[in-house]
C-alpha cells in the first residue's frame, strides 16, 4: 500500500514539474565568441576554467554534491551551447527528481554504479542499473533522478550539457518549497493537509 502511494506521488510530481517547463535552446550567435561588457584584454585565460581542480580528488561529500562549469562560473562558455558538471554521490546519495529545460543531459559513470530514471510525458518511466564506464541520456525537460544504492562506496558522474545554462528545477523544491498552497497540493496528491506540511517541514519549506 505504502509503495503504490509513493509510486503515485512520484508520478504526479513528475507531471506537476513537467507541465511547468518552458522549451528553449541557445540561440546562436553572429560572432565566434561572446565577450562580457567591459572586457577590454582576452586571451587564452579567459576560455579555460580551473574549478574542476580537485573535485576528483577530495574525500567523499557527506551529501550529493554538484560542481558545475556552466555559463554563470565559465562566462566563455556563453553562446557556445555546452556544459558540463561533475556529480559526487556518497553511499546512498541521491539527486533527487528535477528537469533541465533548456538541454537533454548526457551522463557518464566514472567510479561506482548508479540507477537513474526518467519519466515521459505519458507517464511511464525508464529505469537502468549503470557500471563504471556505462552512459545515459536524459532527454531534454523531461523529470530525472540518480541514486547511488551502494550502501558502502561512493560514486561519481560527469554530465555534459547541450546548452551553456540548461537550467535546473528541483521537483521536491520547486513544489514543496515554493509556498503553493497547502490545500491545492493536498488535492493534487490526493492527501491531506497534515501530509503535504509533513512534507514541506522535512524539506525547510513554507508549512
Do not use: C
Not at 553562446?79 to 543531459?105: C, D, I, K, M, W
Not at 532527454?139 to 561519481?156: R, S, T
Not at 503553493?180 to 490526493?190: N, Q, T, Y
Request: a negative charge.
Amino acid at each position: 500500500m505504502a509503495s503504490t502511494m509513493l509510486k503515485h506521488l512520484f508520478f504526479t510530481v513528475a507531471v506537476f514539474a513537467t507541465s511547468w517547463i518552458a522549451q528553449a535552446s541557445d540561440p546562436d550567435t553572429l560572432s565566434d565568441f561572446i565577450v562580457p561588457e567591459n572586457s577590454n584584454a582576452i586571451n587564452g585565460s579567459f576560455f579555460t576554467f580551473t574549478g574542476m581542480r580537485g573535485v576528483l580528488d577530495s574525500s567523499v561529500p557527506p551529501n550529493f554534491k554538484v560542481t558545475k562549469a556552466s555559463m554563470a562560473e565559465f562566462p566563455a562558455l556563453n553562446g557556445q551551447s555546452v556544459s558540463f558538471a561533475v556529480l559526487q554521490y556518497p553511499a546512498e546519495g541521491v539527486n533527487p527528481p528535477h528537469t533541465h529545460p533548456r538541454s537533454a543531459e548526457h551522463l557518464f559513470v566514472v567510479e561506482g554504479a548508479l540507477v537513474v530514471g526518467f519519466v515521459d510525458t505519458t507517464n511511464k518511466l525508464y529505469t537502468q542499473t549503470l557500471e563504471l564506464g556505462d552512459m545515459f541520456v536524459f532527454p531534454k525537460g523531461l523529470v530525472h533522478f540518480q541514486y547511488n544504492a551502494n550502501a558502502q562506496e561512493p560514486a561519481v558522474a560527469i554530465s555534459a550539457f547541450g546548452s551553456a545554462n540548461a537550467g535546473t528545477v528541483s521537483v521536491p523544491l520547486s513544489v514543496f518549497t515554493t509556498g503553493i498552497d497547502d490545500g491545492i497540493l493536498a488535492k493534487s496528491f490526493k492527501t491531506d493537509v497534515a501530509t503535504i506540511q509533513k512534507i514541506k517541514s522535512g524539506l525547510g519549506g513554507k508549512a
